[in-house]
């Protein structure tokens, strides 16, 4: 294993004991690289000075805070039990116990939120420099409590589509002047602090999923774990737990090649997917891929094809067209 990632619901809301547990237990049953990067999702104000270096004696390596917002209206119409403050000191208290690659995940075109308050939390963020910035705009998903508010009281507290646009240009324009290298279209970090787990995700490496509901892809199959508790932990073994078992067609690998790939800023190479098909790109995809070259949403150089800005603008409705049917 050279990534492992903790997430998912609240990880740092267990005992430091228990973490240890969970670590000791993957490295009693797996090769772990020496330089593998181990993530752990936590929440501000959930973190101890003991957890934090329970992670760091069992190998965690980054560290990703969930904190959304540095506005607290904003953060308590989202429903978040934490505050600015509780993440500056859950922090800091990171980069005391010797944490030096840390994640700060933000959102935009929240509850209330104006350009200018947005701009302010990534100034603040800015001020803080961690090494990677996951920036992603709010999805209202159904049967959330923000869901069931919003239908309740109404949609025009949420910003307007033109503020929410202006809101993404400006989370572009900060960081790279702060020195962030967007990787993907709303992940940016530090030359080389890229996160290399979610870079597999895009670029179709297997992963194994374990706890309640987790996803994995093993040999072109894709399946979920299921989410009942009593099945799960009374399970005699991991077959018994999959729920959702997708085995990918080869049309379906190529699509996800191609919606996946396009994520990343550096685009897909002609050459892998030669490589990974035994086929031409071309052959498959070339009046996809030359209509959105006129409509200038991509660019092919020859070696790599992206997406162009205007394109990235876009992006959903680009990779929508690489769905092939079966």
């Not at 101890?48 to 904190?67: A, D, M, Q, W």
């Not at 992603?136 to 009281?153: M, N, W």
């Not at 324009?173 to 895009?202: D, F, M, P, T, V």
């Amino acid at each position: 294993m050279d990534t492992i990632f903790i997430g998912g619901g609240t990880p740092s809301i267990l005992e430091a004991e228990q973490m240890e547990d969970i670590l000791s237990s993957v490295r009693e049953n797996f090769h772990i690289c020496e330089d593998a990067e181990i993530t752990i999702e936590c929440n501000p104000g959930t973190v101890t000075e003991e957890k934090l270096l329970t992670y760091k004696k069992f190998g965690v390596n980054r560290i990703s805070f969930g904190l959304q917002s540095t506005n607290n209206e904003e953060l308590r119409c989202l429903g978040r039990i934490h505050s600015y403050e509780d993440f500056l000191e859950s922090y800091e208290l990171a980069r005391k116990c010797g944490f030096d690659n840390i994640n700060i995940d933000l959102m935009s075109a929240l509850p209330g939120q104006t350009i200018e308050s947005y701009e302010e939390t990534v100034r603040k963020v800015l001020a803080l420099n961690p090494e990677h910035i996951s920036a992603y705009s709010l999805i209202v998903e159904e049967g959330t409590a923000l869901k069931r508010q919003l239908d309740r009281d109404g949609y025009d507290c949420l910003p307007s589509e033109d503020d929410e646009r202006e809101m993404y240009y400006r989370t572009e324009q900060l960081l790279k002047e702060a020195g962030y290298h967007r990787y993907e279209i709303s992940n940016y970090a530090k030359e080389g602090l890229e996160c290399r787990h979610n870079i597999g995700y895009w670029k179709r490496k297997e992963y194994m999923g374990f706890g309640l509901g987790a996803a994995s892809l093993i040999g072109n199959c894709r399946y979920n774990n299921t989410s009942d508790f009593k099945c799960y932990v009374n399970a005699q073994d991991f077959e018994s737990v999959r729920v959702n078992q997708e085995q990918l067609s080869l049309k379906d690998q190529m699509a996800e090649f191609m919606f996946l790939g396009l994520r990343m800023m550096e685009g897909i190479a002609s050459e892998e997917f030669r490589t990974t098909f035994q086929t031409d790109l071309y052959a498959v995809y070339g009046d996809v891929i030359d209509k959105f070259i006129k409509q200038k949403l991509l660019v092919d150089n020859k070696e790599r094809i992206y997406l162009s800005p205007k394109g990235i603008d876009v992006s959903n409705y680009v990779m929508a067209e690489f769905l092939l049917e079966n």
